[in-house]
Every structure is written in C-alpha cells, then in structure tokens.
C-alpha cells in the first residue's frame, strides 16, 4: 500500500533526506530528476545514511565509509554486507508515494 511520503519539490537533486513515516526511518534522494527511497540506517553498524555523500549513484555512510548504489541499494564497498531495503516509489502530481 503506497502512502505520501513528501511533495517532491522538498528533494533537491543530489541532496539526501530522511523521514520518519509509519515507524520507518527513509531516505529519500532525488537523482536525474527520479526519486529512490530506501533504509535511513547503514546495515553495518546503524549510521544515519541520509548524512552521508552522495556521488552520482554512490551513496558512502558517514561512520565507516560503506558504500551502496542509490537505486538498488546493494552494497559497493563494505564494510557493510548487507544492503540497504529499497522500496517501490510512485510519482503522482509532484507528490512522492512510498510502499512501506
């Protein structure tokens, strides 16, 4: 069930943000104009991921430096091992909707 996660003018390109919804804890990123939401906390050791880099698809955790793809969430470079959880997003009239 999708539900609204944001207006999607609040996501500037490039720019990392987290929100608390349903007991989840999201980050949501804006790349090439589409938006990717997945876990707000690294699967190494818990780091708020939305206070981390962002360069081009390379998402790096500012605890320890893992790295993970923003639009699948698979891990590029440890030392996580795990992924980030993506979730399905939706874009209806400049609204962002998440499948929690």
Request: aromatic share 8%; net charge negative; glycine share 8%.
């Amino acid at each position: 069930m999708f539900v609204k996660l944001c207006d999607k003018s609040i996501l500037p390109p490039g720019e990392p943000r987290s929100f608390k919804i349903k007991g989840h804890e999201i980050l949501a990123v804006n790349v090439g104009d589409k938006i990717f939401c997945l876990d707000g906390r690294c699967t190494h050791a818990g780091a708020p991921i939305s206070e981390g880099t962002l360069d081009g698809e390379v998402l790096t955790c500012p605890w320890h430096y893992s790295q993970f793809n923003i639009t699948s969430g698979i891990v590029l470079r440890g030392p996580a091992d795990k992924p980030l959880k993506s979730y399905p997003v939706e874009e209806k009239e400049n609204s962002v909707f998440i499948d929690l």
